[in-house]
């Protein structure tokens, strides 16, 4: 098995943001609507789409506010277990202590993060089925 045959897509670009409010107006004014809301350790965030483009933004207080400043590119995996000892066979370490978890959307998520070799994160992120 490869990491390739468990990738489906890219789920979503993560942006930082200290301006939440400016930053969904903006992403509104571009056509994309807000498919997911909440707060998460006290801070706002919300999955913005358009089309099959998804971005995710969230207050954090440190946003780099210089170009380059995506924070992450999350990729949609079936198997998140799967994907996880792959990417482990491959000798990348996650980011965070294995693989994390947060209530989002219906059923929630499970993810980790590796780094590139530019030091830019890659999210494998898969959404929980009921």
């Known amino acids: 098995m490869s990491v390739s045959s468990l990738v489906t897509g890219i789920q ?4 930082p943001t200290d301006d939440y409010e400016k930053t969904v107006a903006f992403f509104k004014s571009l056509g994309f609507k807000e498919a997911y809301t909440t707060v998460n350790k006290g801070r706002k965030m919300a999955f ?11 207050e954090n207080g440190e946003a ?8 992450h590119i999350a990729l949609d995996v079936s198997d998140i277990e799967k994907a996880f000892n792959e990417v482990k066979k491959l000798g990348y370490t996650a980011v965070e202590d294995g693989i994390q ?3 989002l959307w219906e059923h929630g998520v499970r993810w980790f993060t590796i780094l590139g070799p530019n030091k ?10 009921g």
């Open 12 to 15: 979503h670009i993560g942006i």
């Open 48 to 58: 913005m789409k358009l089309k099959n483009t998804v971005i995710e933004t969230y």
């Open 64 to 71: 780099a506010m210089e170009p380059g400043a995506i924070d």
């Open 101 to 103: 978890s947060l209530p």
């Open 120 to 129: 830019e994160k890659v999210e494998f992120n898969q959404m929980l089925q």
